[in-house]
Nanobody, 116 residues
């Protein structure tokens, strides 16, 4: 089992950047696939980006070219660098982990608000 704690959310103007971080504790971080999801009010969580243990990366079409996911197996962290943020990126962002794919273990979420 792994515990996940997100940080780095906040308020940013359109076109700005934020970096989300997720610190993992527990067992064998390097064996997990990690992902970032986001949830809009009244909607389900949707995958934004994922990175496998072998560092295969996948992005939602809406964030390709703007967001970058990365992981550190020495620090047990996964990060999401978000550039050129848009108002439609406003959501609660969740870090997730799983053995084959993320979606088993979840953090508490961090709010990202893009507004002028």
């Amino acid at each position: 089992q792994v515990q996940l704690v997100e940080s780095g959310g906040g308020l940013v103007q359109p076109g700005g950047s934020l970096r989300l971080s997720c610190a993992a504790s527990g067992s064998k971080f390097d064996t997990y696939s990690m992902g970032w999801y986001r949830q809009f009010p009244g909607s389900q969580r949707n995958l934004v980006a994922s990175i496998t243990r072998g560092e295969d990366i996948n992005y939602a079409d809406s964030v390709k070219g703007r967001f970058t996911i990365s992981r550190s197996n020495t620090k047990d962290t996964v990060s999401l660098q978000m550039n050129n943020l848009k108002p439609e990126d406003t959501a609660v962002y969740y870090c997730s982990a799983g053995s084959g794919a993320p979606g088993i273990y979840w953090g508490q979420g961090t709010q990202v608000t893009v507004s002028s």
